[in-house]
């Protein structure tokens, strides 16, 4: 290695090795507030670790305080719902625009193009009026369907579609398979990696959705879990912010757990695009 290199690889590690203390920070210091007493935390004098160690009673304070298993349950129950409808549209429609060659291709992906660069927050007041027409606000379904059709999810299999060659899906037709076959039996298992992206990708943007719960959702009974800590703050515990950070915690801990154990196919599945 020239001493350019060793130059350039030093500084991008340092550059990656700050960015990386800066990203973890807020993190560590949530976790750090999650164990001090109340009487510590904004005392004029600072302390890395708390001079009375409460242990866990933060902790328990959050799960008995309030209903904060019941947010996780409520939580867990629109993201899956919400994946499941996503994949049922978006895998179909990903195969079409993919691998058939009709009229008007390119003007439906043009859509989900501007689909991908319409930010969600400026939906928000349209989809509100739809659902209160509808009769659906404090329901799970106003929680699920406004986001059933995805186009980053469409957008991101049909690139994983165009990666499979056109010869296998010939040769499964001359097998004698229908298309519904090919797509579920053949091909959905070659794209798997593009799937397991596009699930932990919504799995991460709904599960952390504050906007729309807070607006659609009237009661606690059907709070996310963002929401439910926002109720949490209020209603409970109000400025006692070590319990409220160890609802934080609780909160973001399933995530960080799915992605540690889906990292390598999560990351794997962001290379299947092209530039066809």
């Known amino acids: ?47 890395l670790f708390p001079s009375r160690w409460i242990g866990f009673e933060n902790y328990w304070r959050a799960l008995s305080a309030t209903p904060l298993l019941h947010y996780l349950g409520n939580g867990a129950v629109v993201c899956m719902a919400i994946i499941v409808c996503q994949l049922a549209i978006a895998i179909p429609c990903a195969y079409g625009l993919a691998k058939f060659d009709f009229r008007g ?54 690139q994983a579609f165009r990666q499979v060659p056109d010869e296998v899906i010939e040769a499964a037709r001359l097998d004698g398979l229908a298309e519904i076959e090919i797509l579920v039996r053949v091909l959905v298992p ?6 397991g992206a ?24 059907k709070a996310t879990p963002p929401f439910g800590v926002m109720l ?24 960080l757990l799915a992605f540690l154990l889906t990292q390598r196919r999560f990351f794997d599945g962001l290379t299947w695009t092209d530039s066809k």
């Open 190 to 195: 070659m794209i798997t990696p593009a799937i």
């Open 105 to 158: 291709r390119g003007l439906i992906f043009g859509m989900v193009i501007i689909g991908l660069v319409v930010p969600p927050a400026a939906l928000v007041l349209p989809l509100f009026v739809m659902a209160a027409e509808a009769g659906l606000i404090d329901t799970y379904a106003s929680l699920v369907l406004p986001w059933t059709i995805s186009a980053l999810g469409i957008f991101l299999l049909r």
């Open 1 to 47: 290695m020239t001493g350019s290199r060793r130059i350039l690889a030093v500084l991008s590690h340092c550059v990656l090795t700050v960015a990386s203390v800066l990203t973890l920070a807020p993190i560590l210091w949530a976790i750090r507030i999650s164990f001090f007493p109340a009487e510590e935390l904004f005392s004029r004098e600072f302390h």
């Open 232 to 255: 949490f703050q209020v209603q409970e515990l109000g400025s006692d912010n070590g319990p409220l950070m160890a609802g934080a915690i609780l909160i973001a801990a399933p995530l």
């Open 198 to 221: 596009l699930v932990m990708l919504s799995l991460v943007a709904h599960w952390n959705d504050l906007l729309w719960p807070s607006i659609a959702i009237t009661s606690g009974a």
